[in-house]
């Protein structure tokens, strides 16, 4: 396994619409197992491909939750290759946004509360459920990868200003890398 290096916004890259998989292949696999070593590293909760370099249509999610508030961390590694929605809720909620391409960087984001989604697994085995809460707003953002479009996105022009200013700033002092 290894860690890849993550884009960063403003790369091109990251605007590109993700190609889906046509069959779910031995590379493919090796490369899901870097996105889970890059992203644990980072650390982050959700990695789409296209932030490590491969504009194709595959997620990794891992909320890392503890079973019992104030408890370890419990992995629950998942994997979405192709997904889809297939329904959303009418209720948004917000939610404290972050993305390891626009680092250290967070906001809130309104978006469905629950979907139904549909994806293959790494085996190509296809995948249907209802998903909510903090999976489903995960799902929702790193869906949004694979059409080129960013957490920022969401924001007001002069909200997401702010961020990118901030985010130019801290490149500047080194808090972040350039
Ligand atoms: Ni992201």
């Known amino acids: 396994m290894a860690i890849?290096?993550?884009?960063?916004?403003?790369d091109p890259l990251l605007r590109q619409i993700s190609k889906p998989v046509a069959e779910v292949t031995d590379e493919h696999r090796k490369l899901i197992a870097d996105m889970f070593e890059t992203m644990y590293d980072a650390p982050g909760i959700g990695l789409a491909a296209v932030q490590v370099g491969h504009p194709i249509r595959i997620l990794v999610i891992d909320l890392q939750e503890p079973e019992e508030e104030g408890g370890e961390?419990?992995?629950?590694p998942r994997v979405f290759i192709n997904p889809e929605i297939?329904?959303?809720?009418?209720?948004?909620?917000p939610y404290t946004e972050g993305c390891?391409?626009?680092?250290?960087?967070?906001?809130d984001v309104m978006r469905p509360?629950?979907?139904?989604?549909?994806?293959?697994d790494e085996h190509g085995e296809r995948h249907e459920e209802e998903i909510d809460g903090l999976l489903a707003?995960?799902?929702?953002?790193?869906m949004d990868h694979l059409e080129g479009v960013l957490f920022i996105d969401h924001l007001?022009?002069?909200?997401?200003?702010?961020?990118?200013?901030k985010l130019a700033k801290m490149r500047k002092q080194g808090r972040v890398a350039a």
């Open 113 to 120: 509360d629950r979907v139904k989604a549909r994806w293959l």
């Open 86 to 93: 297939l329904e959303t809720s009418e209720n948004d909620i």
């Open 137 to 142: 707003v995960c799902l929702q953002h790193e």
């Open 4 to 10: 890849l290096p993550i884009y960063e916004t403003p």
């Open 100 to 107: 390891l391409s626009v680092p250290e960087q967070f906001a």
């Open 156 to 165: 007001s022009k002069l909200k997401r200003d702010m961020v990118l200013k």
């Open 73 to 76: 961390p419990v992995k629950d």
